[in-house]
Each structure stands twice: as C-alpha cells, then as structure tokens.
C-alpha cells in the first residue's frame, strides 16, 4: 500500500449510505443472537440454580462450544443454513453469548447473600417465586456486566462472517485487503469500535435504571 | 405459646443438632435462647417455622403442629429478624418492610401505609423510606429488619442474633428499642443469642443450652444469675455475676433521707437550682468548685444504677429524684446495702425446687419487678 494514504476521505463521502446499511447490519447478526442468548440464559440459570446437578453439564458443554473457532462452526452450518445467510452467523454467535452469559446468570443469582435468602423463605417466599422476585433482581447487575462481555466479543466475532459471505462492517477488512486500499479497513475498524462503545453505553445506562441500588462497580450485596 | 414436645434434629450426616427438647414458650414474653455455639439454639429457633424439620417430636404453635401447617402460609405469620438483617438489597426501605404485606396480597397504597408506621414505630425518620438498603447504616438495617418482621402484625417473632453484627453503642440502642416495642406490643418473642448480657437484658425467661440442645438452666435472669444450676452454668455466665444481677432489680424500698430532714451529709451539702435540681455536692467554707452529685429515680432506675451512684459520690450517698429531676432525698451507701439484703428475692431463696412444681430444677423467686407469673418451665433433660 506504498503511496496509499490511511483514509481517503472522498471514499468515504461516496459511501456513507453503504457504510450505514453494514452497520445495521452488523449490529443485527452481532446483537440479536446476545438477546437470544440472554432469553435463554435466564430460564436456563433459574433451573440451574434450583436444580444445581444441571448446572456442571451445561457449562462443559458451553465451554466447549466457545472453543470451538467461530470461522469452523460458520462452515460447518453452511449446508443448513446456507451460505451468506444471517442464521448461519447468528446460531453460532447466540451460543458464544450463552456460554459468556450463562456463567454470568448463574453467579448473580447465587450472589444474594445466605441472609437475603434466608430472610425471604423466612417471610414465606416459596423456591421458584423467591428466585424470580428476589434472586433474578438482585442478579441484574452481574446480568449487565455478562452482557456488557457477551456483546462486545459478539460484535468482534461477527466481522469473521464476512470469510462466508455476511459479517456487516467486516466485508470492507475484506474489500480493502483485496485492493490493498486502506481506507475501507480504517472505516470498519472505526465503526466496529464506535458500534462496540454505544452499545456498552446504552447497557450501562441499563443498569442504572434497572438497578439503581448497585451504583458501584459489582455492588451488588 | 410455642411447645417443644421432645423435638429433636439428627442431621443426614447422624450428627446430632438438638436431641429431644421439651420446652414452653409462653405467649406474649421474651423467652431468650442462649449457649455456646453449636448448642443447637439456632436450629430450635427455626424448628418454629419449618425453615428446620424435626426429625423426631413435634413443634406446636398455640396447639397446632406446625408440621401440619403449609410453610409459606406458617411463616407468612411469623416474624423472623436475623444478624445481616437480610434485607431485599433491591427494593427501597419501605417496600422492604411492606414484603409480608405484599405477599399477603394487601393492595400497594395500604401496605406502604403500614410500613410508613412501621417506620416510625422503629424509631426511622420518614425521609428513609425512599431509600436504599446500601445507603443505611448497620444499626438502621437492622431497625428495618425489625419493622419488616413486625408489618403483617405477627403473633410471634423469631430472632436469630439480630444485634450481633453491630457495635456495642448500637446495640445497647437496639436493644432498648425491642425492650419499649415489646412494652407496647406484647408478641411471643423467641430470640437467640450466644452473648449472656444480652439474654438477662432482654428475656422474661432466659434458658441456657448446652449442646445438642440441653437445657442446662431456664429461669428469669434474676435467678439465673444469682442462682446458677451448676457450676457450667455460672462459668457461662462470667464473673460479677451478683453485681450484674443488680442491674435487674428496680432501686425500691431503699430507706431515702428526705431533704426536708436537711441537705448535709457526712460534712458535704447538697446545693440545688432554683427549680430544685441538684448541682452538687459542696464542703460548708471552702469555695471550691461543687462536685458531681450522682443522682438515681427510685422505682425506675435499678440498684446497679443507686449503688454506683452512691459509690461516685463525694458524700458517700446518691441523690435520689422524682421524675422531673428535682431532688427528693439523699441515699446513704448504707441505706441501699440494707435494700440488697431485705425483701429483695435475692437474700433468702431455698436452693431446692419447690414441692408442688417437681419439674422446675430452680426455684421461681417471688418476681423482682412484682409480676408474680415469671414463667418456669419443664427443663428439657
């Protein structure tokens, strides 16, 4: 890339249209399987608080799933999916941000101090009703910080789609490295990071309004 | 009243947490559970509300096994304060005190009505409800711990070491407080606590445990201080113990000097303000400084507080005032001795049980305070 400078800014100014579409984009395949994963993720850790003999099982099998490298998985749903289809994508990514969220459900709702439990049984709290009204609560915090891990690396991993034909802003890592032009790369990098930065914002500010009473980092007595 | 009938808990393991207790709790007292730990008083406690299953014996709340009673519908009606104060940390102040309430189905508006009272009746300032547990102090989590035991208006309360986790100003406070709710409230309180001074402090009935639940000795803590069971006992209890008894009689029938009579005392004389409170104690022609005059309100104050303050004073006499502060008399150190030794029920108890209650293994002395029905009951083994 002798000569090429970083950022043509011209480049730019011509796509903004198209680097739009591929953020949505991105943000779709990325955001969504983390939403998905978080609906499953607080059922399946409800149960796996209740019933503990569940909960090794599925976190080994989490675990290695999350081992497993994502560009692998991706072309191994190829014949199911399809190529260059979102779900293709997306399956794989929902099951990264369980194997993230799950561990994560599981500690917040053991979080609740032996007193807080003791108490609500104490008061006439049945099993399930005292996880959902005092446990779930109280887990919200580290629900947010699972979420905040979960969707970043979601975002990460996302670009990796591009190598099978949908990975949002990862085609211009794509598209410039082929052209040994720089510019679409810069962008994507930019708007990877800019993507990642909002939607960390947005589940801090989740959790000060879900949360209020956990105003310090992992508060969450 | 709470019945233990032979209730015992034998854990999967085959060790054993309490072994066959007979025990009565009378309605409407303070019956306080004290032991080392491990005696297994943490176990009886939760026996009363199924947080623990006896594995052999029953457990009868005003007759009725408790066995027989669905948990959540039991415990709904039972107070239950505990050390942490376990307090939601998610929902405010006042929807934490409003929790039996609500699971009881009270509509919001009414609920948080009878929390806002609880709060007052705690000794809370309102402008707390709106708050956090995190944004309280120790002594105020536990004050809400309190308040959320007593919102549903509950017969019985339970409580497990409930001052235990606070500094010993706090404390003495809490327990003043729970001493006043108590005057007013009259619930069935079942408290357990592993410190001593606590239990003689607060029980109508005080019953020290050994382990696996034992009953080493059950008596009102006047008794059970100047009269040990064994020698066990009285090392639980510590030292002082006479002394510290004391501290449970009221100050009466001390002989007081009226002031009328004069106000010298062994060649010191007592100086009052215009509205006749006492300012000190002053030696006639010297012009030094007067010296502190203890002072103590017979009838209220204990015989701890007159003899202290006998002792602290210059004149060798404690001031005795009416409850406006004005003072009355003068109380010779001698005058409050002779009250140790004449009607008080510590000077002249039998050490044997009383012939017509075989099961009482102390004798229940003519009460210290005039209630004649201090509570003895049938002692476990």
């Known amino acids: ?221 | 009243m709470i019945r233990f009938d032979g209730a015992a808990k034998r854990h999967p393991d085959g060790t054993i947490a309490v072994e066959g207790l007979d025990l009565d709790i009378p309605a409407g007292r303070t019956t306080v559970l004290v032991g080392p730990s491990g005696c297994g008083k943490t176990t009886i406690l939760r026996m009363v509300n199924r947080m623990v299953e006896p594995t052999a014996g029953r457990v009868l709340l005003d007759g009725t096994d408790v066995a027989e009673l669905p948990a959540a519908k039991l415990r709904r009606g039972i107070g239950y304060v505990i050390q942490q104060a376990g307090l939601f940390p998610h929902r405010r102040v006042i929807d934490n005190i409003a929790t039996v309430p609500y699971l009881l189905g009270w509509d919001r508006k009414k609920a948080r009505a009878r929390a806002a009272e609880l709060l007052e009746l705690v000794g809370l300032a309102p402008e707390l409800a709106k708050r956090y547990p995190f944004q309280l102090s120790g002594g105020q989590q536990q004050r809400v711990g309190v308040a959320r035991a007593l919102a549903a208006d509950p017969p019985v309360l339970l409580m497990d070491e409930p001052f235990s986790a606070v500094d010993p100003v706090v404390r003495a406070g809490l327990q003043d407080e729970l001493l006043r709710l108590q005057s007013e409230l009259n619930k069935t309180v079942l408290f357990v606590t592993h410190d001593i001074e606590e239990a003689v402090r607060l029980g109508d009935q005080v019953v020290v445990l050994r382990e696996h639940g034992h009953i080493a000795q059950l008596s009102d803590p006047h008794t059970l201080l100047t009269e040990p069971a064994d020698d066990g006992v009285a090392a639980f209890l510590g030292r002082d113990r006479g002394l510290r008894g004391l501290g449970l009689l009221p100050a009466r029938d001390i002989a007081v000097r009226p002031l009328t009579d004069g106000t010298r005392q062994g060649g010191w004389e007592l100086r009052l303000d215009a509205g006749g409170r006492p300012t000190g104690w002053v030696e006639p022609g010297l012009h030094a400084q007067p010296r502190p005059a203890p002072a103590f309100h017979p009838g209220v104050d204990t015989l701890r507080t007159a003899l202290d303050a006998a002792i602290l004073s210059p004149a060798g006499a404690a001031v005795a005032l009416d409850k406006d502060g004005r003072a009355t008399g003068i109380a010779t150190r001698e005058a409050i001795l002779a009250a140790l030794t004449g009607p008080q029920p510590a000077a002249s108890k039998p050490d044997s049980p009383k012939p017509d209650d075989p099961k009482a293994g102390s004798p229940n002395p003519d009460s210290p305070e005039g209630q004649d029905e201090r509570p003895v009951n049938s002692h476990g083994r």
Do not use: K
């Not at chain 1, 000569?3 to 990325?30: C, F, K, N, Q, S």
């Not at chain 1, 599981?106 to 099993?127: E, F, I, N």
């Not at chain 1, 034909?165 to 598209?175: A, E, Q």
């Not at chain 1, 800019?194 to 947005?202: E, F, I, K, R």
């Open chain 1, 1 to 221: 890339m002798d000569g090429e400078p970083l950022v043509r800014w011209y480049w730019i100014g011509d796509h903004l249209a198209y680097l739009r579409d591929l953020t949505l984009d991105h943000a779709v395949i990325a955001l969504v399987p983390v939403l998905i994963a978080l609906l499953i993720a607080v059922p399946l850790g409800l149960a796996c608080v209740r019933f503990p003999r569940l909960y090794h099982p599925l976190s080994a099998v989490f675990n290695v799933v999350y081992a497993l490298p994502s560009l692998a998985v991706f072309v191994v749903l190829i014949p199911y999916t399809g190529l260059a289809t979102r779900a293709t994508v997306m399956v794989p990514l929902t099951f990264y941000a369980l194997a993230v969220l799950l561990p994560t459900t599981v500690d917040g709702l053991r979080s609740v101090p032996d007193s807080v439990r003791q108490a609500a049984t104490a008061m006439g709290y049945g099993p399930w009703h005292r996880l959902s009204a005092v446990e779930l609560p109280a887990a919200v915090p580290y629900l947010v910080a699972g979420l905040r891990v979960a969707a970043v690396s979601s975002i990460s991993l996302a670009a990796v789609g591009a190598l099978i034909g949908r990975g949002g802003l990862g085609y211009l890592f794509i598209d410039g490295f082929q052209r040994t032009f720089p510019t679409p790369i810069v962008s994507g990098i930019v708007l990877v990071a800019a993507l990642a930065l909002v939607t960390d914002l947005l589940l801090v500010l989740a959790r000060r309004l879900l949360a209020p009473w956990a105003v310090r980092a992992g508060a969450a007595r």
